[in-house]
């Protein structure tokens, strides 16, 4: 009998139950041989002789001899006296083209004839074309529509209400919550779980959680909970409390460590001390080096460049060009430039770039190229070319030449000697030439063509016939440029005539306003002009002169006020005091009591200087106002002012407020008694007055 799965005989000997031999289900004991007998033999084997033994196909569910298959385990089928496994997708088959079952997304399409066909689109598994029993993650099946469709955003799971026909959301991706039937992105970017969408439970790594959201952890913190409480630490840092959260400083040099006298990792070319208990320095030329824990010797693992290993130590290579040796006497690459010659380093010769022999080069440089890679042979470039891969190309001409290149023969000719580089429009043909560049910045390239600056015809010449207006042809047939505003001139600071609002002064052109200037600015204006900031500025309206910008004197026809000249009222005023009061009139008019001037008046009496029709203001010289005349001033006045004299007339002194005429001898005097000036016959004697003149034989 069986018990528990196992299956077991009464051994009458031992009086005991025991189990049955291997793949046995039923047995018991032979009465002679006492050892146990199979009668049944479970699945995937069969009985021979007392004994069950399997199936020599280990896929073979029943057999009988073991050698010969009746029935096989699902997913196979028995072909002649074997089993052979199903072709996708079937799941069970009864050929290898005839399915009874279909696995995957597939469904059996006909029992007729075996076929497996395709569910839907994102369908995981199905019972027939048009119905989905499982759709892919994050997938869920509209039966209206007999379709596999997307859960709405950030949705894991879904499914279709069948009421409403929309999808509602069961399951939500991380960093979103259910909210209803839909999925809401959590509001904080780096919180991994919430509840609702502004709830944050878990924040992302390298955040804690602060109330509801989730704040950056402050380095040197990796993971931390709270402001200052780390759990783990980056950087060249360690956990030095994890009651305090505090990170420490790894001692100096130190990439990684555990605590303060310990450092996992030290920067490169350092070692960890194991006496000092920090990262020291290795050795000259180590990039990595140990300390031996038994002797602390420090031991080189790794050298630089141009240095072997020999030993503990990095020794440089011997030669100065060899980039890898070991040891340090033989190299074994070396720098570009030098081949390997044995174990030491040579230099290549040009025009080789790169070599592996004296002989044999593997680059060219200069004006050569590798003519023949498999004899290491450089060959001259074209005449005239800097740089080039072929005898026929050329990919870096020396300046001022350009490559003529007709398919027959190649060749590199000479820019135009204004042309520092230049190109032909027209294959072979000299003549299409046009400039790209000028040989230097005296020259201008001009429709592809370079001339002299300010030429007026330009035609890649060195030299200029005709400068154009504003330019002065030199000694050397070079267009010099004028001086600003300068129209024609005979050199750069001699200019002959100017341009509009411009006069010439001291070879430079000035603007019309100014007195004296430079090439830039006004140093003095002329009259009506002011100086302002370098330049001169007109005088407002009806101002002789002014001075920055404030009228010092009127013109004729203006009178002050303030600072201002406004014009007279009447076009007839020549001077006036007010708008409406003239002090003089211009010709042909006469000035009124009133200040007006008017015309038909006639001349002023004999004896008046200025006068209107009704009275005279002003009297000639030898007559004083009064009563609106002029009355004669007394004898041998000149002038006086009413019967005062001021000034005597010849022959006459001044005595008080009269004039006195002087005694007859004398011409002039300046009293009585002593004379200037004498009559004919007479001359000053001592005393200061005329005597008669004495004839001296």
């Given amino acids: 009998m069986c018990h528990l799965q196992i299956c077991l005989y009464y051994d009458s000997i031992l009086q005991a139950c025991k189990p049955c031999p291997s793949l046995c289900t039923a047995c018991y004991q032979d009465s002679n041989t006492l050892q146990p007998v199979c009668t049944t033999c479970a699945a995937k084997g069969t009985l021979e002789g007392t004994l069950c033994v399997p199936c020599t196909d280990l896929n073979c569910l029943t057999c009988s001899p073991k050698s010969t298959c009746s029935k096989c385990i699902n997913g196979y089928y028995l072909d002649g006296v074997g089993c052979t496994k199903c072709v996708a997708p079937c799941g069970l088959c009864t050929s290898p083209s005839f399915c009874t079952s279909c696995v995957g997304a597939t469904y059996l399409q006909s029992a007729a004839t075996g076929s497996c066909a395709s569910c839907m689109a994102n369908c995981n598994r199905c019972l027939d074309g048009v119905t989905c029993v499982t759709c892919k993650y994050a997938y869920y099946y509209d039966a209206n529509q007999q379709l596999c469709k997307n859960c709405p955003n950030l949705c894991t799971a879904c499914y279709q209400d069948s009421n409403t026909l929309l999808p509602v959301c069961t399951a939500c991706a991380a960093k979103s919550a259910l909210e209803g039937t839909v999925c809401v992105a959590c509001t904080d970017a780096y919180c991994l779980t919430c509840s609702p969408s502004n709830t944050c439970s878990k924040c992302a790594n390298g ?209 135009p000697d204004a042309c520092s580089a230049c190109s032909e429009t027209v294959s072979g043909d000299p003549s299409s030439v046009v400039c790209s560049a000028c040989r230097n910045t005296n020259y201008i390239l001009d429709n592809g063509k370079c001339c002299i600056g300010s030429c007026k015809i330009c035609d890649n010449s060195l030299t200029c016939a005709e400068c154009i207006i504003g330019a002065s042809l030199s000694s050397a047939k070079l267009c010099i440029k004028c001086s600003l505003n300068c129209v024609s001139c005979t050199s750069t600071t001699q200019c002959k005539t100017c341009v509009t609002g411009y006069y010439v002064y001291s070879g430079l052109c000035c603007p019309n306003g100014c007195l004296t200037c430079n090439e830039l600015v006004c140093w003095t204006c002329k009259p009506n002009f002011y100086l302002e900031n370098g330049a001169c500025i007109t005088c407002p309206s009806g101002c002789t002169s002014c001075l920055n910008g404030v009228c010092q004197k009127c013109n004729s026809g203006y009178y002050m006020s303030g600072t201002n000249c406004k014009p007279c009222s009447f076009s007839s005023c020549a ?88 005694p007859a001898e004398c011409k002039s005097c300046n009293s009585v008694l002593n004379c200037i000036d004498c009559a004919d016959g007479y001359e000053i004697s001592e005393y200061g007055n005329c005597s008669v003149k004495l004839n001296v034989a």
């Fill in 575 to 662: 001077t006036c005091e007010s708008a409406t009061y003239c002090n003089s009139c211009i010709n042909g008019f006469s000035p009124t009591y009133d200040g007006r001037c008017v015309i038909g008046y006639g001349d002023c009496p004999a004896t008046c200087k200025e006068c209107n029709p009704f009275r005279c203001f002003t009297c000639k010289t030898g007559y004083y106002f009064s009563y609106d005349s002029c009355i004669d001033c007394p004898t041998g006045c000149a002038s006086c002012d009413l019967d005062v004299c001021q000034s005597c007339k010849t022959g006459y002194y001044i005595s008080f407020t009269t004039c006195r005429q002087c």
């Fill in 207 to 415: 955040y804690y959680l602060d109330g509801i959201k989730c704040t950056k952890c402050v380095a040197p913190c990796g993971l931390c909970t709270g402001f200052n409480f780390c759990t783990t630490c980056v950087g060249a840092t360690y956990l030095s409390s994890a009651a305090t959260g505090t990170c420490t400083n790894c001692v100096a040099n130190c990439l990684r460590c555990l605590d303060n006298t310990s450092c996992v990792t030290c920067k490169s070319g350092y070692y960890f001390d194991l006496t000092l208990n920090y990262c020291n320095i290795c050795p000259n030329l180590c990039t990595a080096c140990n300390q031996d824990p038994v002797t602390l010797e420090v031991k080189c693992t790794a050298c630089a460049a141009k240095s072997a290993l020999e030993g503990i130590i990095c020794v440089p290579c011997s030669n100065a060009y060899c980039l890898a040796c070991s040891p340090s006497t033989v190299c074994s690459k070396c720098a570009n430039g030098y081949f390997l010659d044995g174990v030491t380093c040579t230099k290549c010769i040009a025009p080789c770039g790169f070599c592996t022999s004296a002989t044999f080069c593997t680059t060219c440089v200069g004006a050569t190229y590798m003519s023949s890679a498999a004899t290491g042979t450089c060959s001259n470039c074209l005449l005239n070319c800097n740089k080039c891969t072929t005898g026929d190309s050329c990919s870096s001409i020396k300046s001022g030449y350009y490559m003529s290149s007709p398919l027959s023969n190649p060749v590199i000719n000479k820019c």
